[in-house]
């Protein structure tokens, strides 16, 4: 009995002292199946859908001739003309991207995934086309993949989960899973639990990037306040914001603020007057923050200076890329 327990402690002090890595959301429900099972229920466990495994996650058929007729009616605004517009077979499709309103399309090319130049607009059965042009000259790896998986390796071209996974919020849980339910202070060090930091803080982790398809808030907001710019992101107009605070209740993420002293309501805009990087702008809680604690730029460029970062710092808390 207690040379098991000796090699069990020895292989859970194996892993904590290694590197933290993810897991997987299927991990987390061993002890928290309450949560894990409503996550189920949400899109965000269904991001990607792996069609080698689920023909049934196309929401359309892959028919060429549908597809460019769809298109032929939109062909003014297409960078190319419509016979050259790339359509994939269904057998070289790998993963769907979205089910409810739109669906795009990953294939796989030289051990990279690239988003297909063809979108399905599920809510009124039309096809759109999506970076016509240059489709295959941005991978979805590095382009995409960190918001739409958990657990991202860029360096490997893999993946842990095919969702906006438990990870995604909470960090790498191989150290959390590792250690036995006893241990609960020394598991909580392990995470980051976005219930239990400030309003503002958790808003920033969980909500910082819900500039949503269609906006619940932009549909409530009596005086149009609230719209979405042709760049995607939701912003607010405080001079005609009235302070209903109708947004906050149709937000299911509960991300716009209200601010009692100017009575308008706040959220973040991704800085649309600042970027693209070629305005040599930071946005501005980047430049704001006093202790450099954030940053901006090329993804690349992030993702080296993250693992610098990890690298000095590894002993001083829980990070992850």
Not at 46 to 69: E, F, G, S, Y
Request: glycine share 4%; aromatic share 10%; charged share 25%.
């Amino acid at each position: 009995m207690n040379t098991d327990k000796a090699i069990c402690n020895a292989k859970i002090e194996e892993v904590i002292t290694g590197p933290m890595t993810y897991v997987g959301s299927e991990q987390c429900k061993v002890c928290h199946l309450e949560h894990y099972d409503s996550w189920k229920m949400t899109l965000h466990s269904r991001t990607l859908q792996d069609v080698t495994q689920n023909r049934d996650a196309l929401i359309t058929d892959i028919d060429p001739k549908v597809i460019r007729a769809s298109l032929k009616k939109v062909d003014k605004n297409l960078k190319v003309p419509v016979e050259q517009i790339y359509i994939p077979k269904v057998e070289e499709i790998k993963y769907t991207i979205g089910i409810q309103w739109k669906q795009r399309f990953l294939i796989e090319r030289k051990g990279k995934l690239y988003i297909a130049p063809i979108q399905y607009n599920a809510w009124d059965n039309t096809w759109s086309a999506y970076h016509e042009n240059d489709w295959d000259q941005h991978s979805w790896d590095e382009r995409c993949g960190g918001c739409h998986v958990t657990g991202l390796d860029l360096e490997k071209n893999t993946f842990t989960e095919t969702a906006v996974g438990c990870e995604a919020c909470h960090g790498p849980g191989s150290h959390h899973v590792a250690l036995p339910k006893k241990a609960v202070f020394d598991k909580r060090w392990t995470i980051v639990n976005p219930s239990k930091l400030p309003a503002g803080i958790r808003t920033q982790i969980c909500g910082a990037c819900q500039h949503c398809v269609h906006p619940a808030c932009a549909g409530v907001c009596p005086v149009k306040a609230i719209t979405k710019l042709p760049m995607e992101n939701v912003v607010i107009n405080e001079k005609k914001c009235i302070g209903c605070r109708y947004c906050y209740q149709a937000c299911p993420y509960k991300v716009p603020r209200f601010d009692f002293e100017k009575r308008v309501t706040r959220k973040c805009h991704l800085c649309y007057d600042r970027i693209p990087l070629l305005n040599y702008m930071k946005p501005a809680c980047v430049e704001a923050c006093p202790v450099e604690a954030l940053s901006f730029g090329y993804k690349h460029d992030i993702i080296l200076e993250a693992k610098k970062r990890i690298y000095r710092e590894k002993n001083r808390g829980t990070f992850w890329v």
